[in-house]
């Protein structure tokens, strides 16, 4: 149980343009999801926490503009890359806290390539 | 949430037990210390959990210091699919969010 699907799992786009990505708790309801963001050979970068019918809390730093996110249902988050540009070629996992685990241990998605050309 | 550090890279023979240490000093008394890993390009992967007593599963054994200031993870019989970067971190059920540190890179080897 306690699985988050994300998808895509990679997406090439061009400069200008705007990604989409889901994450999807499969078999639970999640108030809060993460959205991370990781470089090579790094560690994830707390981008933001998505909170069910509420705005984003963004991270210090992070493009509130750039980096969309809408959680309108408990089961679904989505993070939208707006106006990509080569340089937002990263590694983006979201992650959802589970009810089931104690302190609300989280599960990952598996985590979209995007590479904008 | 609680600050780890954890050692940047460690080998482990194959079929040996590795032992992955993780410091949390500045951890709560009510964090949880979780335990994941990371494959390359996936998302990471849940191991194990623990507040105060030593835990095991199917995966791993969890060591925690009596002052909850360090803990050690176990994998008593590493294989090559356990390399890994392997991230300790301490969860709240008061905080939403928990930062992740750098991590262990676990290569294991033939």
């Known amino acids: 149980g306690a699985v988050v699907s994300q998808h895509p799992s990679r997406v090439i786009c061009k400069s200008g343009t705007s990604v989409k990505i889901e994450c999807r708790s499969l078999?639970?309801?999640?108030?809060?999801m993460f959205w991370y963001r990781q470089f090579p050979k790094k560690s994830l970068m707390l981008m933001a926490t998505s909170n069910e019918g509420s705005k984003a809390t963004y991270e210090q730093g992070v493009e509130k503009d750039k980096f969309l996110i809408n959680h309108a249902s408990l089961t679904l988050s989505t993070l939208t890359v707006t106006s990509a540009h080569p340089e937002d070629s990263s590694f983006y996992i979201c992650?959802?806290?589970?009810?089931?685990?104690?302190?609300?241990?989280?599960?990952f998605g598996s985590g979209t390539r995007l590479t904008v050309v | 949430d609680a600050k780890t550090t954890q050692p940047p890279s460690m080998d482990c023979a194959e079929g040996r037990a590795a032992n992955l240490p993780c410091n949390h000093s500045?951890?709560?008394?009510?964090?949880?210390v979780y335990w994941y890993r990371q494959i390359h390009s996936q998302g990471p992967q849940y191991i194990i959990h623990?507040?105060?007593n030593n835990e095991t599963n199917e995966m791993a054994s969890l060591i925690i210091t009596e002052d909850r200031k360090s803990s050690t993870l176990i994998l008593p019989h590493a294989t090559l699919r356990d390399t890994a970067v392997y991230y300790c971190?301490?969860?709240?059920?008061?905080?939403?969010?928990?930062?992740f540190g750098d991590g262990t890179t676990l290569t294991v080897k033939p």
């Open positions: 623990g507040l105060k």
């Open positions: 078999d639970f309801q999640a108030t809060t």
């Open positions: 500045t951890i709560s008394g009510n964090e949880y």
């Open positions: 971190i301490g969860i709240n059920t008061n905080a939403g969010k928990s930062t």
């Open positions: 992650s959802a806290r589970v009810p089931g685990l104690p302190s609300y241990g989280y599960t």
